[in-house]
């Protein structure tokens, strides 16, 4: 069968970005095939994870695509362009059909999203629309969490925009929220959902496109 090219977009250790590889290499059936891996911080695990599984990488920290000085004086949303340029070039150059944000902190902005349209998921450790938008990554999601007494969390598959944690929902992996729950145990039962619920974004994306091809 033929399968969707996939890019997928790093920013740390890569345990999500794991879980995809490992679903490839142990699904026949799997309808992606992961042909770039792509870091905006050039010290990630992930690319060690890369690596070993002989997957092409790439580098777009803003250093590395404006250079050190320009990067010094750019403003953020310089970067941010520089940065959505350069993964667009190599998505570009490697024929790729859909991009996976798997823990990416830089904000797509510019073509990429015109080109990539309804062809980007982003995976989110809360329950989208809640504790969304800039600034909401990581522990600082499930600090908010805590500190808003919900009873329940968990992370969220959706289409990336021209938003923050905006676009269309496509699936939800709930956890409930435990009374002496600290940032850190909550991410320790939210991090298994998170590793089903990319890989069945991904998954759900790409056989939308295998279908839309037949």
């Given amino acids: 069968m033929n399968k969707i090219r996939t890019a997928v977009l790093v920013s740390g250790g890569g345990t999500n970005l794991q879980s995809l590889i490992d679903y490839q290499s ?26 070993k599984a002989n997957i092409q990488s ?9 250079g050190a000085q320009k990067a010094k004086e750019a403003t953020r949303d310089e970067k941010r362009n520089a940065v959505s340029n350069s993964v667009l070039e190599i998505c570009k ?3 790729v059909q859909v991009i996976v944000q798997a823990g990416w902190l830089t ?4 073509e990429i999203l015109v080109a990539f ?3 980007i998921i982003n995976l989110h450790p809360a329950l989208l629309p809640k504790f969304g938008g800039v600034g909401m990554w990581g522990h600082h999601v499930h600090e908010a969490v805590l500190q808003s007494n919900e009873k329940e969390s968990g992370c969220t598959i959706h289409l990336v925009d021209n938003g923050c944690d905006t676009g269309e929902i496509l699936i939800q992996k709930k956890v409930p929220v435990l009374k002496d729950d600290t940032p850190d145990s909550l991410y320790e039962r939210i991090a298994p959902e998170e590793h089903k619920a990319i890989v069945e974004g991904l998954c759900l ?9 037949k």
């Fill in 117 to 119: 349209s309804k062809r």
């Fill in 58 to 66: 790439f580098i777009t920290s803003p250093y590395s695509v404006m």
């Fill in 93 to 95: 150059k490697n024929n």
């Fill in 107 to 110: 904000v797509l902005s510019g």
């Fill in 26 to 51: 142990q699904n026949k059936d799997c309808p992606y095939e992961i042909v770039v891996i792509i870091s905006d911080h050039k010290d990630a695990f992930a690319l060690e994870r890369a690596k």
């Fill in 205 to 213: 994306i790409s056989n939308r496109i295998l279908q839309s091809e």
